[in-house]
């Protein structure tokens, strides 16, 4: 197996298929996860990089958001794509493992990793939802669902279960309560939590100057 030719090959799949994505999921998304794991691997000793790679290109294939809440449709994807792409069993075996435990899945539900390479995917995923990306990323995300800014009557919910928490329909807004601000205490390595500490801030210092001007204060 070529390494170099099974990174082209996943590279190239999901650019095709995340080129037109609206939700704050595109194409681009993934090259900021790519380029972060990378980042975190530098900062990180003993992570196979060809796996941080090729997983952090591929975990966003077959969402479960755009497939009725399944969970096991986008392990099941990719791993049809890798055998196609020529990706030895094994390393087919290690990206499922990856791309399976890389989403939240809501505020009480943990979310095990099962190595370093999962660790390592998984923080650079969750750092993209936070900080000055994140911001944009919830409401073009929640405009694509027709949700509204904020509602202020209406509270944020803690799910404890992942179907309730795939099936939230809450404002953007409280997408912050529900996901965004909890990110920061639920990282894996130490480099991800040393970027995460100005994004948490940013979004608080967002959400102050939100309901400031909400209520005509500035
Ligand atoms: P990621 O690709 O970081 O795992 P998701 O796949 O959960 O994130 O969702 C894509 C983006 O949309 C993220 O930035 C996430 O915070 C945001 N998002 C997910 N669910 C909602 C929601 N119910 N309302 C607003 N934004 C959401
Ligand atoms: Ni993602």
New binding site residues.
């Given amino acids: 197996m070529d390494k170099t030719q099974v990174l082209k090959r996943a590279q190239t799949y999901v650019r095709t298929l995340f080129e037109n994505e609206g939700?704050?999921?595109d194409w681009w998304?993934l090259v900021r996860v790519r380029n972060m794991a990378l980042r975190l691997c530098e900062e990180t000793p003993g992570a196979d990089t060809f796996i941080v790679e090729l997983a952090a290109w591929l975990h966003?294939v077959g969402?479960h958001?755009f497939h009725d809440g399944d969970f096991e449709i986008g392990p099941k994807m990719v791993g049809e794509q890798l055998r196609l792409m020529g990706a030895e069993p094994e390393v087919v075996g290690r990206v499922m493992a990856i791309v399976t435990e890389?989403?939240?899945k809501g505020a009480g539900v943990p979310t095990p990793v099962s190595s370093l390479e999962s660790a390592i995917v998984q923080d650079a995923?969750?750092l993209?939802?936070m900080g000055a990306i994140?911001i944009a990323?919830?409401f073009a995300?929640?405009g694509s669902?027709g949700?509204p800014l904020w509602d202020p009557e209406e509270k944020p919910v803690l799910h404890s279960d992942s179907a309730a928490y795939a099936g939230?329909k809450?404002s953007?807004v409280n997408?912050f309560y529900e996901?965004?601000l909890l990110l920061r205490d639920r990282l894996n390595t130490d480099a991800a939590k040393s970027i995460a500490g100005s994004r948490h801030a940013f979004m608080l210092e967002y959400l102050n100057r939100f309901y400031k001007e909400w209520d005509g204060e500035w």
């Fill in positions: 939700t704050g999921h998304h966003d969402d958001k890389v989403s939240f995923d969750r993209d939802a994140g990323r919830v995300y929640g669902k949700s939230s809450g953007s997408h996901k965004l």
